[in-house]
């Protein structure tokens, strides 16, 4: 019913940065919470941050203060702003998304900080 795309990743040297992009479309209703997630080979799947509809936002202790999460509800768009990328960022982002109190999850986009 409801279909998220991520985009945005990619190859980045350390130090760089990187912008994602996640849209929400289909049969929406309203869009509550969003969120990014990461998993690293051979690592859990782990909070990247949150934010709620009215702009509450919430870090992983990692990333707290080098990553920003923004959105935009016109666009049913929620972004992840990565600065200062470290080679631990190196993981595939999912974005998530909540429609009528389900989730949605993308497929995912890989993300590669070099040395």
């Known amino acids: 019913q409801v279909q998220v795309v991520e985009s945005g990743g990619g190859l980045v040297q350390a130090g760089g940065s990187l912008r994602l992009s996640c849209a929400a479309s289909?049969?929406?209703?309203?869009?509550?919470?969003m969120g990014w997630y990461r998993q690293a080979p051979e690592k859990q799947r782990e909070l990247v941050a949150t934010i709620t509809r009215g702009g509450r936002t919430n870090f992983a202790d990692s990333v707290k203060g080098r990553f920003t999460i923004s959105r935009d509800n016109a666009k049913n768009t929620v972004y992840l702003q990565m600065n200062n990328l470290k080679p631990e960022d190196t993981a595939v982002y999912y974005c998530?998304?909540?429609?009528?109190?389900?989730?949605?999850w993308g497929q995912g986009t890989q993300v590669t900080v070099s040395s």
């Open positions: 289909g049969s929406i209703f309203i869009i509550g919470d």
């Open positions: 998530a998304v909540q429609d009528y109190g389900r989730d949605y």
